[in-house]
């Protein structure tokens, strides 16, 4: 599976953003989706998660209300909707995929086999 993200950009604080993440190859056995977001000398946190086919959401404390996580199943593609952004929510956002389901470690990055490259989020002040 390939995971090709896109969207990112420069936004003042308040504006909104879309990412998009579109999955090639054998998207079949994927479970779940995710976004991962990593701000400069700070580690990979989680930001939302999306099961494939139920379309189950799960969000980090952070970002619920603000931030909506989505897919649509035959473009294969994953979608962040992010609103009212703060400067505390720019970094590099990452798509990444999984064959499986865990309620313990849906939110680690280790749960996750397939990533795409990130996309760079700057939010000014």
């Known amino acids: 599976v390939q995971l090709q993200a896109s969207g990112g950009g420069l936004v003042q604080a308040g504006g909104s953003l879309r990412l998009s993440c579109e999955a090639s190859?054998?998207?079949?056995?994927?479970?779940?989706m995710a976004w991962f977001r990593q701000a400069p000398g700070k580690e990979r946190e989680f930001v939302a998660a999306i099961t494939w086919s139920a379309g189950s959401t799960y969000y980090a404390d952070s970002v619920k209300g603000r931030f909506t996580i989505s897919r649509v199943i035959p473009n294969n593609t994953l979608y962040l909707q992010m609103n009212s952004l703060k400067p505390e929510d720019a970094g590099a956002h990452y798509c990444?995929?999984?064959?499986?389901?865990?309620?313990?470690?849906?939110?680690?990055?280790?749960?996750?086999?397939?990533w795409g490259q990130g996309t760079q989020v700057t939010v000014s002040s």
């Open positions: 990444a995929a999984s064959r499986y389901w865990s309620a313990s470690s849906f939110s680690m990055e280790g749960h996750y086999t397939f």
């Open positions: 190859g054998r998207t079949s056995i994927l479970y779940m």
